[in-house]
C-alpha cells in the first residue's frame, strides 16, 4: 500500500537560500494539495492541481512561492529566498474526483523546514 | 464570510467518553471532515458528515447539523493511544477545506 510520500522530511535552510519539496500522491488520485502547518494550528491552504492544472492558489502565498506538477503524477514546492515566517511543516494531501469518498484527503508525513 | 471553532484542549480519563465539539459559518458547504494528527505527524481521516445525523464507525461517532452549523466528534472508550489533536474541517463551495485550529486531547491514566 503506496500512500503519499514527501521528500525531504526535513530541511534546514539559511534565510535567502531557495528549496524544494517534492511529494508522490497515490497514483490514482488526480488532485494533489499543498498545506503549510504551524504549531497549534491548523493546516493552512497553498494551492491545489487537478491533474496538471493549478486549480487555485491561496491569495496569502507569496510570490516567493512556486509549485508545479508537470504530468499530473509528482508534484514540487519551491520558497525562493526564504525567510524565516517561512519555518513551517509543509503537508501534501491527494484525493480522487469521483468516488463513494470523493474529496478525502490522504496526507503525506509533511517536510519540516527550519529556516536559520 | 467563513469561520470554524473548536475548543483548544480538553482533558479525558482513561476508559471514558469525550465529545468535542465544532462551529463553522459558511455560505457555501460540501461536508465537514474531522481528522486526527499525533504530534509531529500528518492528519488521519476519521470521518465524514454531509448530512445530518450521525455516523458511527467503531469507537468514534460523528455528528453534523448544518441548520446549526454544529458538529461534534464523540470518542468512547477512551485509550491512552487516543491522545492527539483533533481537527474539524469543512469543505467550502469551491471544494476546498477550510480547518480549525484543533483540539488537544489529553488522556490521563
Known amino acids: 500500500d503506496t500512500g503519499v510520500s514527501q521528500d525531504p522530511r526535513h530541511k534546514i535552510t539559511k534565510r535567502g537560500q531557495n528549496v524544494t519539496f517534492r511529494c508522490d500522491p497515490i497514483s490514482e488520485h488526480n488532485r494533489l494539495y499543498w498545506y503549510r502547518q504551524t504549531l497549534g494550528q491548523g493546516p493552512e491552504f497553498l494551492t491545489y492541481?487537478?491533474?496538471?492544472?493549478?486549480?487555485?492558489k491561496s491569495r496569502l502565498l507569496s510570490d516567493r512561492f512556486s509549485a508545479e506538477r508537470p504530468k499530473g503524477s509528482f508534484s514540487t514546492l519551491e520558497i525562493q529566498r526564504t525567510e524565516q515566517g517561512d519555518s513551517a511543516m509543509y503537508l501534501c494531501a491527494s484525493s480522487l474526483e469521483y468516488g463513494t469518498r470523493p474529496y478525502e484527503q490522504y496526507f503525506g508525513p509533511g517536510t519540516r523546514l527550519t529556516v536559520t | 464570510g467563513q469561520n470554524i471553532d473548536q475548543p483548544t484542549e480538553m482533558t479525558a480519563t482513561e476508559g471514558a467518553i469525550v465529545q468535542i465539539n465544532c462551529t463553522y459559518q459558511t455560505s457555501g458547504f460540501n461536508g465537514l471532515f474531522w481528522y486526527q494528527q499525533h504530534a509531529g505527524e500528518a492528519p488521519t481521516f476519521l470521518s465524514y458528515n454531509v448530512l445530518d445525523g450521525l455516523e458511527e464507525k467503531g469507537r468514534f461517532s460523528s455528528f453534523l447539523s448544518r441548520s446549526k452549523g454544529y458538529s461534534y466528534l464523540l470518542l468512547k472508550e477512551l485509550q491512552m493511544k487516543d491522545s492527539a489533536s483533533y481537527l474539524c474541517?469543512?469543505?467550502?463551495?469551491?471544494?476546498?477545506?477550510?480547518w480549525g485550529a484543533g483540539t488537544k486531547l489529553i488522556i490521563k491514566p
Open positions: 492541481f487537478q491533474n496538471e492544472a493549478q486549480l487555485e
Open positions: 474541517a469543512f469543505m467550502d463551495s469551491n471544494y476546498q477545506l477550510i
